[in-house]
């Protein structure tokens, strides 16, 4: 990230103004924050940022998925006033970052598609928000949408409004139309003429950003916090640098704090808690997307603070005059969890630059101290590390980025975490699950939600698309969203919402076919693989190395079947035709992707990740090593086998 050198003035108490935008996925939020950048003159005509899209998801995997992963922060000046705007991730999996970083913000933008209307990711941040007290504006965006209904989308915001305000109070809120891609918000719902096929043409209405930000300054309070007290903030994230180290980022609470201050970070609530000393070096506040170095900050501000090289994120960083630690940020349980461990596969170490589990646990402790929306505990069976979060999209991005790294582990398969209530009986979590798809798909959802167990609790049918309401449990969800984007190519649109812990009930696995097992280690041969494509679908390519007991297909039923992918075709001396000995025609192979072969796994099985390869293998690899397993132990197959009782 770039910075300004020069310091900076600081901004007037009531001249601030800190704000959260709560969207759900595609819902237009990051749009919005590039046209609040860009209409702010944040960047001059010439750079690069006027003509980008996205540029607050500058991660690689954040722009390869189309969706925030990270909260972050920039600042705007919008007149006299310094507007703080916190953009959070819109999907269910990321919600950790969206509850530790709520509490920075006076007010919350929430942003609603007005096709979709609210979605259950929406409803969830927003009870957060006015359990919080924010105050809220609401947009209704893409409103240039073919089967845009604001107003239905209105009517399903203050319906949810009345179920989760805590006061009468947050049932008045300003109502605010926009097309966030075009930079355009209106406070009346516009009027447009028709273009030549009979659409609404909103590229001819005049409008701009800047009515809304006139609204956010004008409805939302300025942060409170007496200026003149001890100082005291909460670490809400950490930015590391490579020239500056490590900052410590919160919204101070109260107080003054100039570099060359005394400061202590105690790193939770505890009265035993542990306390790092420091002094401070700089401070960092925003100035569009970069940060800038002033002398002094005062209650209210959003800033960095260099000088202790510590991850405390729910600590407090205190006077020490007066040390006296904010409640912890409190974060919702997690509810899926996946075992990781060092590579065990024949093929380690040829592809990672970090192989060990040393090596591997000092990243997932690295990754636990930023992200506390992850609990990562030591396993007591043996070697690995329990990794638990809120969704398989979550882990599955984690893992992800530590391929990207350069690192080499084997995961088992994700399991879902149960909880114990009051009276000691164990619970499961309940989600709820919206799904809309062409109305021609309806059968494959009904089918598949049907065989899942799923509660179907509502449904519509709207200008040819069904839109389901289904709860469904966590266990019988997992694999659901990769199956029906499968079935319905892409056409299809899910959200899931953690909404309780439910008694839990005993019942049988979902189906799952076979799968095909390599005998041998060797080179996958085009030729055997012709000959194979009829026994299941296959997840390899011509030429692929693989090992015995690494997983190469998918069977057509449901055992497991050994083949010799390696096998080359017999030679001979007899005269062949040419045509007939190159004859070979191989069915598209099914790509091997991480979201699926997470869960496509068994409990038998682990998926190998490597920065160049992701591999299925059976966790034990020979065929004598599985039936031992499958009778029970090797004492109890060999007595079997000996006649000894």
């Not at 990321?94 to 007005?114: P, S």
């Not at 590579?343 to 040829?350: D, Q």
């Not at 530590?402 to 009986?425: A, I, S, T």
């Not at 069904?466 to 969800?477: A, M, P, S």
């Amino acid at each position: 990230m770039r910075r300004l050198k020069h310091l900076r003035i600081m901004v007037p108490q009531d001249k601030l103004r800190n704000i959260a935008i709560i969207a759900h996925v595609d819902h237009g939020k990051t749009t919005l924050v590039d046209a609040f950048l860009k209409q702010s003159n944040i960047f001059r005509s010439n750079q690069d940022e006027m003509s980008q899209q996205m540029i607050l998801d500058s991660g690689e995997l954040e722009r390869e998925k189309g969706i925030t992963i990270k909260a972050k922060n920039i600042a705007i000046q919008y007149g006299d006033f310094r507007i703080n705007i916190i953009d959070t991730p819109g999907h269910a999996d990321f919600g950790g970052e969206v509850e530790r970083t709520l509490n920075m913000a006076d007010g919350c933008l929430l942003l609603v598609d007005a096709q979709e209307g609210p979605m259950p990711q929406t409803r969830f941040v927003l009870k957060r928000a006015l359990e919080f007290g924010l105050k809220i504006i609401l947009v209704i965006n893409k409103i240039d949408k073919k089967y845009a209904s604001p107003d239905k989308a209105l009517s399903l915001v203050q319906d949810l409004m009345l179920n989760l305000a805590t006061d009468m109070g947050q049932l008045d809120f300003p109502v605010f139309y926009a097309i966030g891609r075009e930079g355009k918000a209106w406070s009346e719902m516009p009027v447009a003429p028709l273009n030549s096929e009979g659409d609404k043409d909103y590229t001819t209405v005049p409008g701009d950003i800047g009515s809304l930000l006139k609204e956010i300054v004008d409805v939302f309070p300025s942060p409170k916090g007496d200026p003149a007290g001890d100082f005291q903030m909460q670490v809400t994230s950490v930015y590391n640098d490579q020239h500056l180290g490590k900052a410590l980022i919160g919204r101070v609470n109260r107080g003054t704090v100039k570099v060359g201050d005394s400061i202590i970070l105690m790193h939770s609530d505890q009265v035993d808690a542990k306390k790092d000393r420091g002094e401070v070096k700089k401070l960092l506040v925003r100035q569009g997307l970069e940060f800038i170095e002033v002398r002094e900050v005062a209650a209210g501000e959003i800033v960095g603070i260099t000088g202790i090289d510590a991850n405390a994120i729910g600590g407090t960083i205190c006077t020490p005059g007066n040390l006296a630690a904010l409640p912890m940020i409190k974060i919702s349980n997690p509810s899926v969890q996946v075992k990781f461990e060092a590579n065990t596969s024949p093929f380690f170490g040829r592809e990672g630059e970090f192989i060990s589990a040393k090596q591997l646990q000092q990243r997932l402790e690295k990754e636990a101290e930023s992200n506390i929306s992850l609990k990562i505990t030591k396993a007591d069976e043996g070697s690995g590390f329990y990794v638990a979060g809120r969704g398989e999209l979550q882990l599955s991005i984690l893992m992800e980025e530590l391929r990207r790294e350069g690192y080499e582990f084997q995961v088992r398969r994700p399991e879902v975490l149960m909880q114990l209530d009051e009276n000691g009986k164990k619970t499961e979590p309940l989600e709820e699950v919206l799904i809309e798809v062409p109305a021609d798909y309806q059968g494959v959802v009904v089918g598949e939600m049907s065989e899942r167990k799923a509660e179907l609790v509502n449904m519509e049918n709207e200008n040819g698309q069904v839109r389901f309401e289904y709860k469904i449990l966590t266990r019988n969800l997992l694999g659901l969203r990769h199956t029906l984007l499968t079935a319905t190519k892409g056409n299809l649109v899910i959200n899931n919402f953690l909404l309780d812990y439910v008694p839990y009930t005993q019942q049988d696995e979902l189906f799952r076919k076979g799968v095909l097992i390599a005998s041998e280690t060797g080179t996958a041969m085009e030729y055997s693989m012709n000959t194979l494509q009829e026994r299941g679908e296959l997840i390899i390519e011509p030429t692929t190395q693989v090992y015995e007991g690494m997983i190469i297909g998918v069977n057509k039923y449901e055992g497991d079947l050994e083949v010799n992918v390696s096998k080359e075709r017999a030679k001979s001396g007899v005269r062949r035709n040419q045509a007939e000995i190159t004859q070979v025609s191989l069915k598209s192979i099914k790509p091997l992707t991480l979201d699926f072969a997470l869960l496509f796994l068994a409990k038998d099985e682990m998926l190998e990740v490597t920065p160049k390869n992701l591999r299925l293998r059976k966790t034990h690899l020979t065929k004598t090593e599985r039936d031992w397993a499958r009778r029970g132990s090797l004492n109890d197959f060999a007595k079997q086998k000996l006649g000894i009782k």
